[in-house]
């Protein structure tokens, strides 16, 4: 069983600045996929950023191109999500998921078929 744990979320003003954190115990070799999801309340869970271990492809949603980074140093590192110049609409719970396939057979819309899943970390954007 892979475990996930989140952190880095916080409070920010508009146009600010968070990186959060994801770290994975466990069998993490088997790992083929991982990313980043969110969810406001009243909405949705949505798929933001996600990256193919073994290959490094990463692909983002369009509301977050050119604003956040995902990145992970190594194969079975921590992974990371940089957020940059953050927008009020960008406040929800941020998750880390991972997934032991590889990642342009998954959900990533909704990640309804992603197996292993952080408890969470909340994020703030105040206007």
């Known amino acids: 069983q892979v475990h996930l744990v989140e952190s880095g979320g916080g409070s920010v003003q508009a146009g600010g600045s968070l990186k959060l954190s994801c770290t994975a115990s466990?069998?993490?070799?088997?790992?083929?996929?991982m990313g980043w999801f969110r969810q406001a309340p009243g909405k949705e869970r949505e798929g933001i950023a996600r990256?193919?271990?073994?290959?490094?492809?990463?692909d983002y949603h369009d509301s977050v191109k050119g604003r956040f980074t995902i990145s992970q140093p190594g194969r079975w590192d921590t992974l990371y999500l940089q957020m940059n110049n953050l927008e009020p609409e960008d406040s929800a719970m941020y998750y880390c998921?991972?997934?032991?396939?590889?990642?342009?057979?998954?959900?990533?819309?909704?990640?309804?078929?992603?197996?292993?899943w952080g408890q969470g970390t909340q994020v703030t954007v105040d206007s």
């Open positions: 998921a991972a997934d032991q396939t590889k990642c342009q057979y998954l959900d990533f819309t909704r990640g309804r078929d992603v197996r292993y």
């Open positions: 466990g069998p993490t070799y088997s790992i083929f996929c």
């Open positions: 990256i193919d271990t073994e290959t490094g492809t990463i």
